[in-house]
């Protein structure tokens, strides 16, 4: 069975702190994906990785795909307080193509102004 | 436009009862997917279905019976609910899988058996 590790489980930080967030596993992946869900909402994704050692920004958040694709990190700069949420970080199936994703715990950041 | 949409939002109804959740979405995927999230944030897939045909069947209880009319439509009918039933159900659609394939949520189904 396929397993993500997130770390921390939550983080409550002042605005303008940087901050990473870890997703660890010993199973290789064949795409990481994050996403941020906010109270009574889905899941939104941020971003997809694919490649061994990828890494995207998107603004202020950078992810990184590990090189043997069994992890990834999300770095936010300067966190503001909309960055406030709950991050997932979800692997697809290493050997399907079912589209299925396996989440992580999740990570609750708190942003204070 | 909602792409993924799935009524009620919220659900509260007692043990022994039967009830469905419905989900629609316009983004023209050929999947679609139930998943589970619990009390601790944790989100689990319980189901796909890719061209109404059944992909993934994560041995979920058989109280809970998909159904896909068409692959726009993705409802899910709850037989005999139990306590531990309470959960926000989400649904999602995306492509047609393989490498990288990105999931699209709806705003989820808070049930709550009393």
């Known amino acids: 069975t396929q397993l993500l590790e997130q770390s921390p489980q939550f983080l409550s930080i002042q605005e303008g702190e940087n901050l990473t967030v870890y997703c660890n596993s010993s199973?290789?992946?064949?795409?990481l994906q994050w996403y941020r869900q906010e109270p009574g909402e889905g899941p939104v994704l941020l971003v997809t990785v694919v490649t061994g050692g990828e890494v995207k920004k998107l603004k202020r958040l950078t992810f990184q795909f590990g090189d043997a694709r069994k992890d990834s990190s999300l770095h936010i700069t300067a966190a503001q307080p909309g960055d406030t949420g709950l991050y997932l970080c979800a692997g697809g199936e290493g050997s399907s193509n079912t589209g299925k994703l396996i989440f992580g715990q999740g990570t609750t950041l708190q942003v204070k102004p | 436009d909602t792409a993924v949409s799935q009524t009620p939002k919220y659900l509260v109804t007692q043990m022994g009862n039967d009830k469905s959740i419905k989900c629609e979405q316009n983004?023209?995927?050929?999947?679609m997917y139930w998943y589970k999230q619990d009390s601790k944030k944790f989100l689990k897939i319980m189901f796909s279905y890719n061209n109404k045909e059944l992909i993934i069947n994560e041995t979920v209880p058989n109280r809970f019976s998909p159904k896909s009319p068409d692959k726009a439509h993705l409802n899910l009918h709850i037989n005999s609910l139990e306590l531990g039933d309470s959960a926000v159900y989400f649904c999602a659609s995306g492509g047609t899988g393989g490498v990288g394939t990105e999931a699209f949520f709806g705003q989820g189904t808070r049930l709550t058996v009393v």
């Open positions: 983004l023209g995927h050929d999947t």
């Open positions: 199973s290789v992946f064949s795409s």
